[in-house]
T-cell receptor, first 113, second 111 residues
Framework: DVKVTQSSRYLVKRTGEKVFLECVQDMDHENMFWYRQDPGLGLRLIYF???????EKGDIPEGYSVSREKKERFSLILESASTNQTSMYLCASTRSRSTDTQYFGPGTRLTVL | GQNIDQPTEMTATEGAIVQINCTYQTSGFNGLFWYQQHAGEAPTFLSYNVLDGLEEKGRFSSFLSRSKGYSYLLLKELQMKDSASYLC????????????FGKGTTLSVSS
């Protein structure tokens, strides 16, 4: 079974803090994704990566950056957290093509105060 | 543009059959996924259709009509544990792109 893990299930941060969300997959998947999910808005793609050190902007990249130094790990960075970044963050990965079946991590519920 | 429409909410009773519709208008199409997501949990894969017709998997079936830009997920013999959100997602044909998700349909099953 594919396993995608995220560093925290719940996180509370203050406005202006730098926040790191970590995602690790253990199945040698090529592609990794970061989404945020908000009521009434569904899943929105922030960034994705199809190879080490490669990244592509999704639909809502503003206020976020990403890092992929190793194939199994994809980090989402909030340089200066704001209250409108309070959300559920979901990481996903796919085996060989960015539009294959996505396997999701358990999610991180981030609250920015 | 890219547009995927699903009903926001549906309700049904245990033992019943429910059909969740998804219509899409996308620039290119190379398959459609259905995911299930329980409250507070991650989405999990249910089905994938790339050709027209019905795919059956136990109590769940998924149908696709490419000419109509339409899919549905059919859930039979509903159980309380089927209460969840159901996400429809379109696979674009272009390499280096990502799935396009609908906003999801929240299904509530009551006894």
């Amino acid at each position: 079974d594919v396993k995608v893990t995220q560093s925290s299930r719940y996180l509370v941060k203050r406005t202006g803090e730098k926040v790191f969300l970590e995602c690790v997959q253990d199945m040698d998947h090529e592609n990794m994704f970061w989404y945020r999910q908000d009521p009434g808005l569904g899943l929105r793609l922030i960034y994705f990566s199809y190879d080490v050190k490669m990244k592509e902007k999704g639909d809502i990249p503003e206020g976020y950056s990403v890092s992929r130094e190793k194939k199994e790990r994809f980090s989402l960075i909030l340089e200066s957290a704001s209250t409108n970044q309070t959300s559920m963050y979901l990481c996903a990965s796919t085996r060989s093509r960015s539009t294959d079946t996505q396997y999701f991590g358990p999610g991180t519920r981030l609250t920015v105060l | 543009g890219q547009n995927i429409d699903q009903p926001t909410e549906m309700t049904a009773t245990e033992g019943a059959i429910v059909q969740i519709n998804c219509t899409y208008q996308t620039s290119g199409f190379n398959g459609l996924f259905w995911y299930q997501q329980h409250a507070g949990e991650a989405p999990t894969f249910l089905s994938y259709n790339v050709l027209d017709g019905l795919e059956e998997k136990g109590r769940f079936s998924s149908f696709l009509s490419r000419s109509k830009g339409y899919s549905y997920l059919l859930l039979k013999e509903l159980q309380m544990k089927d209460s969840a959100s159901y996400l429809c997602a379109v696979r674009p044909p272009q390499a280096g792109t990502a799935l396009i998700f609908g906003k999801g349909t929240t299904l509530s099953v009551s006894s």
